[in-house]
């Protein structure tokens, strides 16, 4: 009889559950975008049903700490000024004029892409508070839009373009869950900042699936305001710099400097620099990386040294 025996758990219990909430804390706080956060929890769905004792489960895990170990947000902001680039390159070589210039006109369309105004608007039906806002977001150097209704808003998107949309919830006609649905038709890339004086959680989370980037409360606080407001500046700036990496062909005898310019473009622009050499590779899989259902699979030289240098956007 074992009615005062010690309770015995099942394999699966010891294993299983420890390894598992871990996996979800570093998934939750590894900032993975959309795609990836998909990826993650439906490897944590696969191993919840899995026997801790396979041996597929010890992979598992491996590919997931992999996943959430990446530098996803990490990033260097480049530097874009042309006289300090002009001195970093004469610095590593002397001559090679041709080289330069072209790298220069490079940064220069850059820096004139980063120049470009980031441009709000804001819609609400109460004028004075339309007005505080215009002047706040003005006074931080954004360019600023306003409408008084949801139909008006619409009128301008269809006109011009703007980065960022700041709206009321309570509104005539057009509603802001309205417009924030009409919006992500005509205009998709644009964010979405909802506000409202009747704030519920049930609106904050009908907001935020239907794709607003934030939801405020009135009265406004004005440093969370600026705070989010600059940090999807930096991120859709950072998007449109690193949208597509260039690719540089440097060709020429050894010894002649490719790799040497590589680094002083690394320099140049503030980023971390690698190099990887081709010539040693058996194939494609050490550079890319092998498929899991292959015994000893392994990450590509290009995933592990962005994971090495601790950045996304190396050079």
Not at 77 to 97: C, F, P, V, W
Not at 195 to 200: D, E, K, L, P, R
Request: charged fraction near 30%; hydrophobic fraction near 40%; proline fraction near 4%.
């Amino acid at each position: 009889m074992g009615f005062f025996g010690k309770s015995k758990k099942s394999k699966n219990e010891i294993l299983e559950m420890p390894d598992l909430e871990k996996l979800r804390q570093a998934v939750d706080n590894a900032g993975l975008p959309d795609y990836g956060l998909a990826v993650a929890e439906k490897e944590i769905e696969r191993l919840s049903k899995t026997d801790p004792a396979a041996p597929e489960y010890a992979i598992e895990i491996a590919y997931l700490e992999y996943l959430t170990s990446l530098p996803w947000n990490k990033y260097t902001d480049d530097n874009l000024d042309l006289d300090r680039a002009k001195q970093t390159l004469d610095s590593y070589h002397y001559g090679l004029e041709s080289v330069k210039e072209r790298i220069l006109e490079f940064l220069a369309v850059r820096t004139l892409c980063s120049m470009k105004p980031f441009r709000v608007l804001v819609v609400d039906d109460e004028a004075v508070a339309r007005t505080n806002l215009e002047y706040v977001l003005r006074k931080e150097g954004y360019e600023v839009a306003v409408a008084e209704n949801g139909s008006e808003a619409l009128e301008k998107l269809v006109v011009g373009e703007f980065d960022l949309l700041l709206t009321d919830l309570k509104m005539e006609k057009i509603d802001g869950m309205q417009l924030l649905e009409r919006v992500k038709k005509i205009a998709p890339h644009m964010e979405t900042i909802i506000f409202t004086g009747y704030a519920t959680v049930s609106s904050a989370v009908e907001a935020l699936q239907h794709g607003a980037a934030h939801y405020l409360t009135k009265p406004i606080n004005l440093d969370e305001l600026r705070e989010v407001v600059k940090k999807i500046r930096d991120k859709k700036r950072h998007i449109i710099q690193n949208v597509s990496g260039p690719i540089l062909c440097f060709s020429g005898p050894p010894g002649t400097g490719k790799t040497s310019v590589g680094k002083a473009i690394a320099e140049a622009l503030g980023r971390k620099f690698t190099r990887l050499s081709m010539a040693g590779m058996r194939d494609e899989s050490e550079l890319k990386g092998h498929r899991r259902t292959y015994v000893g699979a392994m990450p590509g030289r290009i995933i592990n040294e962005i994971k090495r240098l601790g950045v996304r956007n190396p050079l």
